[in-house]
């Protein structure tokens, strides 16, 4: 039986298997890196196959799953240049688009990007999956049925991938979740009170979102009750920019991931 192959043995190929793992993925897992190290440390953790030398890797492969650097992918796919039978591929590189992809290992490689969250170590993940035209239905659906084991899957146009990749990451919850505690407690609050505020903030009030049938726009209208104090807070962080950081920081975002270009 042909495996599914994790080319990197990074921060992402661990959340993913561990994710898998919980799920009680049925398939043969294999993980290649340059880092025996690594490969030790995913072997006892999670059980998984392991293949220090990539060729020998490939040739285990049905589906391989590119999870290396962006700017680490020429090299990878250099060194499979010579692939002469049908292969799927997913590669998980930022910013790093399917023409690219396919200029660097073409056909037989049918291509798709995926771009899972970290989270899915616990199955709350969130991964957007875009397909080139070559990838055929049983390979499409291997794919989604693959990350939808890990939480939500969205199919989205090639075109909005820089933004998901900017605006989905958990880093936004883990950011404002720091900052906030870190204010809490400029104003007096102990560490660990701060702190569960603003998990209660930020956690509570959007997993209670997301599980009730109520608008956004409902619910901050329901807490911001004019003239109150949670109003009188947000307005102020409005004139302090607070719109505006995001946005930019956002736009940052999107101008770093298109250097990525191989």
């Not at 919850?173 to 900052?179: E, F, M, N, S």
């Not at 569960?196 to 979102?209: F, P, R, V």
């Not at 109003?231 to 920019?241: D, H, I």
């Amino acid at each position: 039986m042909k495996a599914t192959v994790f080319l990197g043995g990074g921060r992402i190929t661990g959340a993913l298997l561990a994710g898998l793992r919980l799920a009680k993925y049925p398939g043969p897992l294999l993980v290649h890196d340059r880092h025996p190290q690594k490969l030790r440390q995913l072997k006892k953790r999670y059980g998984v196959l392991v293949e220090p030398d990539l060729r020998k890797a490939i040739r285990q492969a049905e589906l391989v799953i590119i999870a290396v650097r962006p700017g680490s992918v020429a090299q990878l796919l250099g060194g499979i240049q010579s692939l002469n039978r049908p292969l799927w591929a997913v590669s998980l590189a930022a910013g790093v688009p399917l023409a690219e992809l396919r200029a660097r290992l073409g056909p037989p490689v049918a291509w798709a990007r995926a771009m899972p969250s970290p989270v899915c170590r616990s199955r709350h993940g969130l991964t957007a999956v875009v397909f080139d035209r070559s990838v055929p239905p049983p390979a499409r659906r291997k794919i989604k049925n693959l990350f939808s084991l890990l939480g939500q899957v969205v199919e989205i146009p090639e075109s909005q991938f820089d933004a998901f990749t900017v605006a989905y990451s958990a880093s936004h919850g883990y950011h404002a979740a720091a900052t906030l505690a870190e204010a809490a407690r400029k104003l007096g609050l102990r560490r660990e009170i701060a702190f569960a505020a603003a998990a209660h903030a930020l956690a509570d009030g959007i997993l209670a979102w997301r599980e009730e049938d109520t608008s956004l726009e409902a619910l901050l209208d329901e807490a911001q009750t004019p003239g109150g104090i949670a109003a009188t807070v947000m307005e102020g962080m409005n004139r302090a920019g607070y719109r505006k950081a995001v946005q930019q920081g956002l736009a940052a975002g999107v101008s770093r991931a298109r250097r990525n270009r191989l």
